[in-house]
């Protein structure tokens, strides 16, 4: 079965500092890896996908296919970072419903 | 265009009571998903409607379910209220292109139904 398992709760690191929030994946296909972010009292919004290869807001996540991993990381962390974060993964062979991760808070501490 | 929006915002039911939560997609999206979000559980998937359709169907008992309507319009009921579905009721469309595939889903802000 398809899981996806974002193994920190909560994850507090100091401003400037550099950030790394864990997603682990379950699928025995190629998966598809987004990582959305939710800042507080906004939304709930798309922050990348492995597709892109992009980086977003100084955000970069690799998605590893041996480790089966997609972890999100940034080099400085900055206190505007502070949100919950969720690592979905979508299943090509279950009609692209997204499986999400529990979610991390990270809390940057000035 | 206009975001995804929800209604009502709040809700407070007793047990037992049945509650009907709507969501409006962005223009063009046939695509709804609802989510039952909680600080214990996090971010969990209800059932997705496609083109009047449901597509997909998450680990919920039958007290929940839903419905689209011709205008991408999407109705959430919970009949027989429990204190355990107290929890934000997060809606999100997207945009299917022709031939499937992904893209990116907007989320509205939710509906935080309390039943006490």
């Known amino acids: 079965a398809q899981r996806v398992t974002q193994p920190e709760k909560l994850l507090s690191v100091f401003k400037g500092a550099p950030v790394e929030l864990k997603c682990n994946y379950s699928y025995s296909g190629s998966p598809e890896l987004f990582w959305y972010v939710q800042y507080s009292r906004q939304r709930l919004q798309l922050l990348l996908r492995?597709?892109?290869?992009?980086s977003i807001k100084g955000f970069t996540a690799d998605l590893n296919k041996g480790e089966t991993s997609f972890h999100l990381k940034k080099p400085f962390a900055q206190e505007e970072d502070s949100a919950m974060y969720y690592c979905a993964l979508r299943a090509l062979d279950s009609n692209y419903q997204l499986i999400w991760g529990a979610g991390t808070k990270l809390i940057i501490k000035p | 265009k206009a975001g995804v929006t929800q209604t009502p915002r709040y809700l407070i039911k007793t047990r037992g009571q049945q509650v009907t939560l709507s969501c409006s997609p962005i223009?063009?999206?046939?695509?709804v998903s609802w989510y039952q979000q909680t600080p214990g559980q996090g971010l969990q998937f209800l059932f997705e409607?496609?083109?009047?359709?449901?597509?997909n169907k998450g680990n919920f008992p039958g007290r929940f379910s839903g419905r689209q309507f011709s205008n991408s319009r999407s109705e959430m009921n919970v009949s027989t209220l429990e204190l355990g579905d107290s929890a934000l009721y997060l809606c999100a469309s997207s945009f299917i292109p022709t031939g499937g595939g992904y893209n990116e889903q907007f989320f509205g802000p939710g509906t935080r139904l309390t039943v006490l």
């Open positions: 409607y496609f083109s009047e359709t449901q597509r």
């Open positions: 223009s063009g999206h046939r695509s």
């Open positions: 492995h597709i892109s290869r992009e």
